[in-house]
């Protein structure tokens, strides 16, 4: 066997083996993606909801106090002193924890896992004052699983934004809202809503 041949056979196996590592590489990371994807996305949403989370607290805290004054339009929860609230982009329940006690939650959210996340052991503490009415899976564009003017506060914060439809987001929340519901918004603003009014958000109007 001449050299070239040699050359051409060490070549040849030596970038063989190279590709048959690549290809196993490929094969393992794309069995993997999901769950990679999965842990990355997990992490980054954690991590930036902390921070979020301990930038925001003392203005929730201040926000969210006016919660403890609102009487609730069904006659069942304002005998009990317990108001009804929809949250639209749950996320890791941070808003949660301000929820005056006893307060019927409905979450909307794309996290399928939500309800687990929610019911889950370690988290009890934080969300045992709250009664988990119903969980939705969206963005708050379509939230036909919810009676018309049955919801007492309806809360967002950095949801909104992103919904498919923002229009239909707000056409839903006017729907659902008691004739005399709250609307609580990003900017850490409070606007009461009235049939036949306007819902301020973030300055936008939306009839």
């Given at each position: 066997?001449?050299?070239?041949?040699?050359?051409?056979?060490?070549?040849?196996?030596?970038?063989?083996?190279?590709?048959?590592?690549?290809?196993?590489?490929?094969?393992v990371i794309n069995r993997k993606?999901?769950?990679?994807?999965?842990?990355?996305?997990?992490?980054?949403?954690?991590?930036?909801?902390?921070?979020?989370?301990?930038?925001?607290?003392?203005?929730?805290?201040?926000?969210?106090?006016?919660?403890?004054?609102?009487?609730?339009?069904?006659?069942?929860?304002?005998?009990?002193?317990?108001?009804?609230?929809?949250?639209?982009?749950?996320?890791?329940?941070?808003?949660?924890?301000?929820?005056?006690?006893?307060?019927?939650?409905?979450?909307?959210?794309?996290?399928?896992?939500?309800?687990?996340?929610?019911?889950?052991?370690?988290?009890?503490?934080?969300?045992?004052?709250?009664?988990?009415?119903?969980?939705?899976?969206?963005?708050?564009?379509?939230?036909?699983?919810?009676?018309?003017?049955?919801?007492?506060?309806?809360?967002?914060?950095?949801?909104?934004?992103?919904?498919?439809?923002?229009?239909?987001?707000?056409?839903?929340?006017?729907?659902?809202?008691?004739?005399?519901?709250?609307?609580?918004?990003?900017?850490?603003?409070?606007?009461t809503y009235q049939k036949q009014k306007?819902?301020?958000?973030?300055?936008?109007?939306?009839?």
């Amino acid at each position: 066997m001449s050299s070239g041949d040699l050359w051409l056979r060490d070549t040849a196996t030596s970038y063989g083996q190279i590709i048959i590592l690549l290809f196993l590489i490929i094969f393992v990371i794309n069995r993997k993606w999901k769950k990679l994807c999965e842990r990355v996305y997990k992490a980054h949403l954690v991590g930036f909801e902390l921070e979020c989370a301990e930038l925001a607290f003392p203005y929730k805290r201040e926000l969210f106090k006016i919660l403890r004054k609102i009487v609730s339009d069904d006659e069942i929860l304002r005998s009990l002193g317990c108001i009804r609230v929809l949250e639209i982009g749950v996320k890791t329940g941070d808003n949660i924890q301000f929820y005056p006690e006893g307060t019927h939650f409905i979450g909307v959210d794309w996290n399928i896992k939500l309800a687990d996340y929610l019911v889950d052991t370690n988290h009890s503490w934080e969300f045992g004052h709250i009664v988990l009415e119903r969980l939705i899976v969206g963005d708050g564009s379509n939230l036909k699983e919810i009676p018309s003017g049955c919801i007492d506060v309806v809360v967002s914060t950095r949801s909104l934004c992103s919904a498919k439809s923002p229009r239909l987001a707000f056409s839903e929340i006017r729907r659902v809202l008691a004739p005399v519901g709250n609307a609580l918004d990003d900017i850490f603003s409070w606007s009461t809503y009235q049939k036949q009014k306007l819902i301020w958000y973030a300055g936008y109007k939306y009839y």
